[in-house]
């Protein structure tokens, strides 16, 4: 479930506990500074064999609030299959992609970049809530843009309104830019959760959320194509590994204790393959095959 207040929704299903031999509940996002107004309805998931929470330091406070299930840190996986490339970063008809919360500083200085260099700046230039036609349709769009983007800019959660001392939190949109293989650039700090399951070189290129310089850090990368090249390989490569919905799917089935079923072993075999099958060369290849001839 994405939000806690839909355990209310738990009274309408009548012996719903006794029906399930094991009860999973999935928090995508609860917030520390929620749970002292939410404690009541938190007391639902002590009906649960198991809660997640993709959120680390909530995980860890919910330990301390619940009494009876087991409580685990598990970030959101990606379909790494459907966001997995085949475009190197010199190809990418799409230089920079910017989502989301824009700073006005950074936005500024990228805007200005393209319109000098003539490059390709995607952003948002709608404000307010929206809706997708389709949930698919727009799925399917972001991720053929992501594997079309070069770089890919990526801040913690809640960032333009994180003060000193606030819940430092990494969300999805880390897992797909990554999985597209972009050059990710944004926020990274080595927390335990952050070095988990992110912690590779390069997998994020530090740039500040406010940034008026961001266009000399695009520049200057732009400069190191064969640095680019392995990044974006490697990037694609680690995901491919670890954070597919299957690897998670997995934690959690060992978690129980349950063996892996017909439809967990095809996904992982697709995945490997998909694995087996990747590549752009990296520098250490190009280099190697010069040397051969």
């Known amino acids: 479930m994405g939000d806690v207040r839909d355990l209310a929704l738990l009274g309408a299903m009548r012996d719903w506990r006794r029906k399930s031999r094991y009860a999973i509940c999935w928090l995508h996002e609860l917030w520390i500074e929620e749970i002292p107004r939410l404690r009541g309805m938190l007391r639902a998931l002590e009906q649960f064999d198991l809660v997640i929470c993709s959120l680390y330091y909530t995980a860890e406070k919910l330990r301390e609030e619940l009494k009876s299930p087991d409580v685990m840190y598990l970030p959101p996986g990606v ?47 709608e404000k307010g809530a929206r809706e997708a036609r389709s949930h698919s349709e727009h799925r399917f769009r972001y991720a053929n843009i992501l594997k079309r983007s070069k770089y890919f800019l990526c801040h913690f959660a809640k960032i ?98 349950l063996p892996e079923n017909y439809h967990m072993s095809r996904r992982h075999e697709e995945v490997v393959r998909k694995l087996n099958a990747f590549g752009y060369p990296t520098r250490h290849v190009v280099q190697r095959e010069q040397q051969d001839e």
Not at 84 to 89: H, K, N, S, T
Not at 98 to 123: C, M, P, R, W
Request: net charge negative.
């Open 160 to 257: 333009k309104h994180q003060g000193p001392g606030g819940q430092l939190e990494f969300g999805l949109r880390y897992f797909e830019g990554l999985a597209a293989g972009c050059v990710v650039l944004g926020s990274r700090k080595s927390t335990p959760d952050f070095d988990m399951f992110l912690g590779w070189e390069d997998c994020v290129i530090e740039m500040p959320f406010d940034c008026p310089n961001a266009s000399e850090i695009v520049r200057s990368l732009d400069q190191e194509a064969n640095r680019l090249r392995e990044i974006s390989a490697r990037n694609v490569r680690r995901s491919l590994e670890g954070n597919d919905h299957a690897h998670r799917w997995k934690t959690i089935v060992d978690r129980l204790g």
């Open 79 to 125: 379909d790494t299959l459907a966001f997995a490339p085949v475009l190197e970063p010199s190809l990418r008809p799409i230089d920079i992609t910017n989502l989301g919360a824009i700073a006005d500083a950074t936005h500024k200085s990228l805007f200005e970049h393209v319109k000098q260099t003539d490059g390709f700046y995607f952003f948002d230039t």
